[in-house]
Nanobody, 123 residues
């Protein structure tokens, strides 16, 4: 079955960097656009960044200039490099896969989800 497994979360100070990874299995990775979402306590899940099958990228305004999404098709893995972290970035981060030629930003469009990894940024 399809599995998406996130890793790389943790507790860091404001201004630090983290790189999240999401390893995919059970699917043909190159057929899927991949997205990163996050959900803070009491808030709705929100789009952070995404990368299409052809490696086009799109970012939420909150992530532009600080986060970079990339994919390694040979390793079936998508990454989210996060720099200059802020306390507002504290959330559970999820990766998701969408069997689409178009990069979507709405959570309901994605077919598969990981379990999430906690990122906590102390101010």
């Amino acid at each position: 079955q399809v599995q998406l497994v996130e890793s790389g979360g943790g507790l860091v100070q404001a201004g630090s960097s983290l790189t999240l990874s999401c390893a995919a299995s059970g699917l043909t990775f190159t057929w899927y656009a991949m997205g990163w979402f996050r959900q803070a306590p009491g808030k709705e899940r929100e789009f952070v960044a995404g990368i299409s099958r052809s490696s086009d990228t799109h970012y939420a305004d909150s992530a532009k200039g600080r986060f970079t999404v990339s994919r390694d098709n040979a390793k079936n893995t998508v990454y989210l490099q996060m720099n200059s972290l802020k306390a507002d970035d504290t959330a559970v981060y999820y990766c998701a896969a969408d069997h689409s030629t178009v990069l979507m930003t709405t959570a309901s469009e994605f077919d598969y989800w990981g379990q999430g990894t906690q990122v906590t940024v102390s101010s």
